[in-house]
């Protein structure tokens, strides 16, 4: 039957909620001419949305502009609905307002030239954008391929040992939710793993959008893999779901090592796991 909720019936108007605010948003920043470009990312760029997909919105205005705009971003965001709180830094180009509606918005304010191809720019959807800047970034971006450097290899093998050794200390020491969040970090690293061999950019570390549910590009064996790695705050559960992550690592790890021409070093790896294990 599924799990019912109290907002069931304000859940299922979401979407057209979030429309009457991107409605809302485009009346009043296409009109504006400062406004070189407007774009969404996100789930609406690519089109999968769903009940709960927030608004990822790109503002682009011109150089003289631009700080004025960034220091009014909150002022700009109550323009499009009634806002319950913002969530932001006052230093950061972005805002996040969460609306009365249950609809959260990400806005994000850039000069032109903060505008550059990237793996991230590959699925958008443009509203405003009468120079073409957007539509230029868009096309070059659907050329780039994800390509892991050594450097980021490296730095994954390093901190998935590091997790490991300090989930192993703070269980030790009965810190048992330092402890869970480490264990929380090996799932995130074999993913992170997975992505890597697969030519997919991985999400920002910490990140768990996509990752489960409908829209995750895992595979059945992996999503359930992450199923099994749940455990509670007992600490032989702790250590067993630690012992089950270590043998899906060295297939990954080493498979990304023989990929890209690192040295796997077996040995030194070995020594690394069995100090906790």
């Known amino acids: 039957m599924g799990l019912v909720t109290k907002n069931k019936e304000r ?6 909620h979030r429309q009457e605010i991107m409605e809302a948003i485009e009346l009043d920043l296409i009109r504006d001419e400062n406004v070189l470009a407007i774009f969404y990312g996100g789930s609406i760029g690519s089109g999968e949305t769903d009940l709960y997909s927030d608004i990822d919105l790109r503002i682009v205005v011109k150089d003289e502009v631009y700080e004025e705009y960034r220091l009014n971003k909150k002022q700009r965001a109550n323009n499009w609905g009634k806002v ?5 830094f006052n230093w950061a180009n972005y805002s996040t307002a969460h609306y009365r509606t249950f609809i959260k918005v990400d806005s994000f304010y ?8 990237s793996i991230w720019l590959q699925k958008l959807k443009i509203v405003h954008d009468p120079t073409r800047l957007i539509q230029d970034v868009l096309t070059k971006s659907a050329a780039l391929k994800y390509r892991p450097s050594v450097h980021e290899i490296e730095h994954w093998r390093t901190k998935f040992f590091a997790y ?8 030790m020491r009965n810190e048992i939710y330092y402890a869970l969040h480490n264990i929380d970090n090996l799932r995130l690293s074999m993913i992170t793993g997975w992505y890597m061999e697969a030519g997919i ?8 959008a996509k990752l ?20 509670s705050r007992e600490q032989d559960d ?6 089950s992550i270590i ?3 060295i297939p990954i790890h080493k498979k990304l090592c023989e990929q890209y021409g690192i040295d796997e070093n077996s040995e030194w790896v070995t020594e690394i796991l069995n100090m906790v294990m």
């Open 164 to 171: 490991l050794h300090e989930a192993y200390r703070r269980m």
């Open 212 to 231: 489960e549910g409908d829209r995750s590009k895992l595979n059945e064996r992996q999503l359930s893999l992450l199923i099994q790695w749940q455990c």
């Open 11 to 16: 859940d299922f108007c979401l979407p057209k």
């Open 247 to 249: 043998p899906e690592f």
């Open 238 to 243: 702790i250590l067993n779901v630690m012992k």
């Open 201 to 208: 950019q991985p999400n920002t570390f910490g990140d768990w």
């Open 110 to 117: 850039y000069k032109s030239v903060d505008i550059k191809p």
């Open 84 to 88: 319950l709180f913002f969530e932001d």
